[in-house]
């Protein structure tokens, strides 16, 4: 599976960039309306979601993190496929959507393409105790947003693993993930 992608952008649209990398394969990358005014030099790197189906295999990517765990999230939503959650992302930041779903705004979730009441309803309940993290402390490091996030897909609880981020010491990803991992168990 790729997870990043760092390379020579030889072409760009609003919704989507090749990316040659060093080897000489060139991806193509699809990006949301947020993410590619941020793609303005020659050389990107992204973080990646790659989804795959019966009959295709597609990259999205992300120069935010905070905009991937943003897509991630929405994507396993029933009835939200890739351009939908794309469209989410080319319509909120990431601070507007939890501002958007913690203040339960349906109209903020209609004016996204492809969604009407039922589904901004749906989306709002289903993600009624999302939260990005935008409200941890400024020193909050993108390592340890990272580490956040590594956890929660292991199945722990956001406030649990807060709680032990503030005991570790540990400042690289993977050995605040092993601390943390050691205190949750």
């Given at each position: 599976?790729?997870?990043?992608?760092?390379?020579?952008?030889?072409?760009?649209?609003?919704?989507?960039?090749?990316?040659?990398?060093?080897?000489?394969?060139?991806?193509?990358?699809?990006?949301?309306?947020?993410?590619?005014?941020?793609?303005?030099?020659?050389?990107?790197?992204?973080?990646?979601?790659?989804?795959?189906?019966?009959?295709?295999?597609?990259?999205?990517?992300?120069?935010?993190?905070?905009?991937?765990?943003?897509?991630?999230?929405?994507?396993?939503?029933?009835?939200?496929?890739?351009?939908?959650?794309?469209?989410?992302?080319?319509?909120?930041?990431?601070?507007?959507?939890?501002?958007?779903?913690?203040?339960?705004?349906?109209?903020?979730?209609?004016?996204?393409?492809?969604?009407?009441?039922?589904?901004?309803?749906?989306?709002?309940?289903?993600?009624?105790?999302?939260?990005?993290?935008?409200?941890?402390?400024?020193?909050?490091?993108?390592?340890?947003?990272?580490?956040?996030?590594?956890?929660?897909?292991?199945?722990?609880?956001?406030?649990?693993?807060?709680?032990?981020l503030t005991k570790c010491s540990s400042y690289e990803?993977?050995?605040?993930?092993?601390?943390?991992?050691?205190?949750?168990?």
């Amino acid at each position: 599976m790729i997870v990043a992608l760092e390379g020579e952008v030889t072409k760009k649209e609003p919704t989507f960039l090749h990316v040659k990398l060093s080897s000489g394969i060139t991806y193509l990358v699809y990006v949301s309306l947020n993410c590619s005014p941020l793609i303005d030099k020659k050389f990107v790197q992204l973080y990646i979601t790659q989804i795959i189906k019966e009959d295709s295999n597609n990259l999205f990517g992300f120069i935010d993190m905070l905009e991937k765990t943003m897509f991630d999230r929405v994507i396993k939503i029933n009835g939200v496929g890739p351009s939908t959650a794309m469209a989410i992302c080319s319509t909120f930041t990431p601070s507007s959507f939890t501002k958007a779903i913690s203040n339960q705004n349906i109209e903020a979730f209609k004016r996204v393409p492809g969604i009407g009441p039922k589904s901004a309803k749906r989306i709002l309940v289903e993600l009624g105790d999302f939260d990005l993290g935008l409200d941890m402390s400024a020193n909050t490091s993108t390592n340890h947003v990272e580490a956040i996030q590594a956890l929660e897909s292991l199945g722990f609880k956001r406030d649990k693993i807060q709680k032990v981020l503030t005991k570790c010491s540990s400042y690289e990803t993977a050995d605040i993930i092993k601390e943390a991992l050691k205190k949750l168990t």
